[in-house]
């Protein structure tokens, strides 16, 4: 049952985001006055219409896996008032729309999510879990805040980190704080741990406290910022073939239920004394995607958004139109070669999958 909820979970956050950017598309669309002749829920074949809402038909669609907006006229420029036959600019502002709201909200549930779960306090470190049948296991506990080791007062866990290497094959004393009481214990960091365990055997933390809301939003924007980063250093990779083949990658949809169902477990693993009382990951998946759906649909190939905008600077520039049955004509081939991809990367999951920490 737990695994069906994670995938009714992951349907329904899959779902949201694309009928955000469509919702871009359908509001655009009406207030630039071209009719929005039907809004579909999931991808044909249709199942049933579910109604009417300012003259546009909501229907239900046999794929739960995406949506789409068709505007009166999308693709037939004889159909007067239509989209195609529309002026460049307002075909651009419906272009740029889906993209548009795919970054507020992205930007928004990273706000949201440091809102709720503040920051972490760098100089207060905890012990998450500790490994069997290491120094940690022994003498430490989850929930245990360390406070110094020899003396030498820990600042963050980069610095406790480098203090236990120094003393790899030596006996350090590490006071702590447990269930209220500080307490001292001594171990020794061993010189030569199995991998992923390191010299002591535990995964150490820092609790959240509170934020303000301007810290919030200052967060929320260095990680959106951070996301564009990422992907085009990943172009810049491809581009110089110094890429990782094992990280830098797409990935389809197996990939993103894999990411999902590993942030959910670490939402329910979050430690009572984490000061956390949000889904954090799963908002932080939400605004991860959101962010790099909105940067996949800007790219300059059709029939992505970009790849109609690219079609539409002719016009916008030069008053040239480009020819509509050419432009169709390669937005159904690339539309084939599309699904390929994304059939390719489906395999890829599952052959190659994407590691995870």
């Known amino acids: 049952m737990t695994t069906i909820w994670v995938i009714v979970q992951f349907i329904i956050?899959?779902?949201?985001?694309?009928?955000?950017?469509e919702a871009g598309h359908a509001l655009a669309s009406k207030a630039v006055g071209i009719p929005v002749e039907e809004f579909g829920l999931g991808l044909p074949p249709k199942l049933l219409k579910l109604g009417t809402i300012g003259g546009t038909e909501i229907t239900l669609n046999a794929i739960p896996f995406g949506g789409f907006v068709r505007p009166k006229g999308e693709g037939d420029e004889t159909v007067e008032g239509g989209m195609a036959a529309a002026p460049a600019w307002k075909r651009l502002i419906v272009l740029l729309a889906g993209v548009t709201m795919n970054f507020i909200l992205g930007l928004a549930v990273l706000i949201i999510m440091y809102a709720a779960a503040g920051k972490p306090i760098a100089n207060k470190i905890l012990v998450y879990q500790t490994s069997p049948n290491t120094p940690a296991a022994t003498y430490l506990q989850p929930n245990d805040q360390l406070l110094s080791i020899n003396g030498q007062t820990l600042n963050s866990i980069p610095e406790m980190q480098e203090i236990i290497k120094a003393n790899a094959g030596t006996e350090v004393e590490i006071r702590l704080i447990r269930n209220g009481e500080t307490i001292s214990v001594r171990l020794t960091p061993r010189v030569n741990p199995p991998a992923n365990e390191g010299s002591v055997g535990f995964a150490p933390m820092n609790p959240n406290g509170p934020i303000s809301f301007g810290e919030a939003i200052q967060s929320g924007w260095d990680d959106f910022s951070g996301f564009f980063k990422q992907i085009f250093g990943l172009f810049g990779r491809l581009f110089s073939g110094?890429?990782?083949?094992?990280?830098?990658?797409?990935?389809?949809?197996?990939?993103?239920?894999?990411?999902?169902?590993?942030?959910?477990?670490m939402d329910n693993n979050l430690p009572d004394s984490s000061n956390i009382q949000a889904p954090i990951y799963?908002?932080?998946?939400?605004?991860?995607?959101?962010?790099?759906?909105?940067?996949?649909?800007?790219?300059?190939?059709?029939?992505?958004?970009?790849?109609?905008?690219?079609?539409?600077?002719?016009?916008?520039?030069?008053?040239?139109?480009?020819?509509?049955?050419?432009?169709?004509?390669?937005?159904?081939?690339?539309?084939?070669?599309?699904?390929?991809?994304?059939?390719?990367?489906?395999?890829?999951?599952?052959?190659?999958?994407?590691?995870?920490?």
Do not use: C, W
């Open 13 to 21: 956050v899959l779902g949201i985001l694309v009928m955000i950017h």
């Open 282 to 357: 799963r908002l932080a998946f939400v605004g991860m995607v959101s962010t790099s759906l909105g940067l996949t649909n800007i790219l300059p190939i059709p029939p992505l958004d970009g790849g109609q905008i690219l079609l539409l600077l002719p016009e916008l520039f030069f008053k040239r139109k480009f020819p509509q049955k050419v432009a169709n004509a390669i937005n159904s081939v690339m539309m084939l070669l599309m699904f390929a991809l994304m059939a390719y990367l489906l395999m890829m999951d599952f052959i190659n999958p994407i590691p995870l920490p």
């Open 242 to 265: 110094r890429t990782d083949p094992t990280t830098d990658r797409a990935v389809g949809l197996k990939g993103m239920f894999d990411m999902f169902s590993y942030f959910n477990t």
